[in-house]
DNA sequence: TCACAAGATTGGAACGTTACAGCTTTTGGC
DNA sequence: GCCAAAAGCTGTAACGTTCCAATCTTGTGA
């Protein structure tokens, strides 16, 4: 008998716990899943062989047999954007509550890496995705579809899956409508390209129908990709210093999301411009920060816990089968918060 | 032949496509892992079968048999705070670079859902965890060693496993001295009480040690929950007021993080008090938005995604028995990052 | 032409569970 | 006491892989 030296202490199995108490590994299998038809005393014994040993059920084999797992797959856009940070934290608590596990994957807006994340939730067997971003690749459409795994879309938008979101449009329509009322004729509308998506585009367009329906121009297109730290946002920018400049005099921005408005309002403390004095600004999403007195950002809110809690419930009943047949959309309300980054434009007296 | 109405497409297994391709599924299995020995013929038909049936590998039956899992376990202790936020994103990344899967999951300081957490994360046979966060908890601590998987406190402390830091005692004494040398003879330490483990303690215990080297008396500790919402920061809270407005007067305040130190700053915009005139503040973390020219925070910036890539490396080190033996520490350098929110004292002329 | 090595391919035994049918034992009504 | 029903318990066959020893092909040099 040669004992390896390292020997590897394995864990105890269903086995061990069953001989260890004397019944078959049937009976503690049913006792670790509380399922009836075990008498008090032997489940008594059943306990105890389980704390002796240490036991923990092996999650991997319970799913293999079941053809089922209790992971639910999260694409995030950006772990570290305090939106989706937030959106993150609810989707895991919510999914939590409902008995799944969430697995992230962070795809930085980046197509290949979120199809390598879908890919790898996919091999995982996760019951569901829950999309917080997505990009539109069809390649992970194709891979999702395929494989026929329940899929929601929250805060973000795809014909291909149930859909949690505000009503990105009118979220646009508001924010821009309450830059119109103040005075302000020309406006520009920010995105950051990483994070470009349907409901980048909705904003988009809910900011271009009231501008139209005012009887003013469309908004001013900017792109513009925000250094990763706040403190590296410089006054280099030639593009974006053309919006505070330019000849369209631009007097108001609308930023497709918080991070976006938060950034330009840095950069526009950092090359001397006033907000909202010299420009107006409104975000979008009404993350933590956005209601610092000193960053006083007017913006649309989002709730968030609610999307993430309709985003949990919707995946979950079609994973349990309480729901069938074709995409549902559930919209929920986004409301115009009104801080000090917008101001009625003072009009030239000329 | 009754077939089910709703007949459940399942999954092709690796027989499947043994079957289509006219091999065995042993040669489909060491085509898939791209092992030798596979003629470059058959290696042809076999990738033609798994793009024609959308074969994905089943990585539990994979992992079950192999008795290992390629996941790590992320142990957070509030993923919508902006330094976790930040951290988990890097972790993210540096895991998968490796080879692996990060599963997080959140505690909220508790360390009831933090005992539930690492207890699904066990079950899930993680090859290894990381801490980002650490109660302190015992029956963590036992159903860990218990298991006996890989651990590393990342910007967290233990003895009971690798930890990648940085000094946070230095940390504390580096911020303590700045405001010392700034003239402040009265410093308060402020922490977050679901935060606070033993990086807290060790920056609280420079900050104590920095003031006795300068012959001054001890810090007064705050412990403060700050609303989720800064917004919701408001100027009824006793205790705090108590820190300007106390006999002892207190002219600066350190706290054990950056995002305490930005509530605190809120409430003090709030309740009228000027910001470093009245109150010096330091941080620590350096999370980004401490760089905003608004906020301007005096804090202890943490090399987060080295701490993240050292931590990772660690677990992974040990998960493939590169490194053996007793837990190691390595501590990264802390800097010390000077803004507004620190000013010199101007002393009374009395 | 043959033996033999190297290369290519295969089948079966794990891995740790759950599901389910079947087997005991107990219970209770008459 | 007896019999049926209920309750308690067990054994076996999956689940989809990997691992490994065994077998089947080639190709090569004598």
Redesign the pocket.
Same mark, same amino acid.
């Given at each position: 008998m040669i004992e390896s030296p390292s020997a590897e202490r394995?864990?105890?199995?269903?086995?061990? $716990? /069953?001989s260890h108490a004397? $019944? =078959?590994?049937?009976?503690?299998?049913?006792v670790?899943?509380g399922?009836?038809?075990?008498?008090? =005393?032997? %489940?008594r014994r059943v306990r105890t062989a389980i704390d002796q040993l240490g036991?923990?059920?092996?999650v991997? /084999? %319970?799913q293999?047999?079941? %053809?089922r797992t209790s992971i639910l797959g999260v694409v995030v856009g950006d772990l570290a954007n305090p939106f989706f940070a937030e959106m993150a934290k609810s989707v895991e608590r919510h999914a939590a509550a409902r008995g799944y596990t969430a697995m992230f994957c962070n795809t930085e807006g980046e197509s290949e890496s979120e199809l390598a994340g879908v890919e790898t939730l996919l091999q995982h067997r996760v019951a569901g995705i829950v999309f917080l971003a997505f990009s539109g690749d069809a390649r992970t459409k194709q891979a999702v579809l395929q494989h026929q795994v329940p899929v929601v879309f929250v805060s973000c938008g795809a014909d291909w899956g149930d859909v949690v979101s505000v009503d990105d449009s009118r979220g646009g329509r508001l924010g821009t409508t309450h830059l119109v009322e103040s005075g302000h004729r020309r406006v520009a509308y920010l995105s950051i390209p990483e994070l470009e998506d349907q409901s980048d585009h909705a904003r988009w367009e809910g900011c271009r129908e009231a501008l139209n329906d005012a009887g003013l121009g469309a908004p001013t297109h900017i792109s513009w990709s925000p250094p990763a730290e706040y403190a590296r946002v410089d006054g280099l920018d030639r593009p974006l210093l053309e919006v505070f400049t330019g000849p369209d005099r631009t007097t108001a921005v609308f930023a497709s999301n918080d991070v976006a408005a938060i950034a330009l309002q840095e950069f526009a403390d950092r090359v001397g411009y006033r907000v909202p004095e010299d420009i107006s600004i409104v975000g979008f999403d009404d993350v933590p920060m956005a209601g610092l007195a000193r960053i006083g950002l007017t913006t649309l809110a989002q709730p968030r816990d609610e999307l993430a809690r309709l985003g949990i419930a919707g995946v979950a009943d079609r994973i349990e089968r309480k729901v069938k047949g074709p995409p549902r959309t559930t919209l929920v309300k986004v409301n115009l918060v009104t801080r000090r980054s917008t101001a009625r434009l003072e009009t030239d007296p000329s």
């Open positions: 394995r864990h105890p199995t269903i086995l061990d $716990v /069953a004397g $019944v =078959s590994k049937s009976t503690v299998s049913n670790v899943r399922l009836p038809g075990v008498s008090e =005393s032997t %489940r036991y923990r059920p092996n991997l /084999a %319970r293999l047999v079941q %053809r």
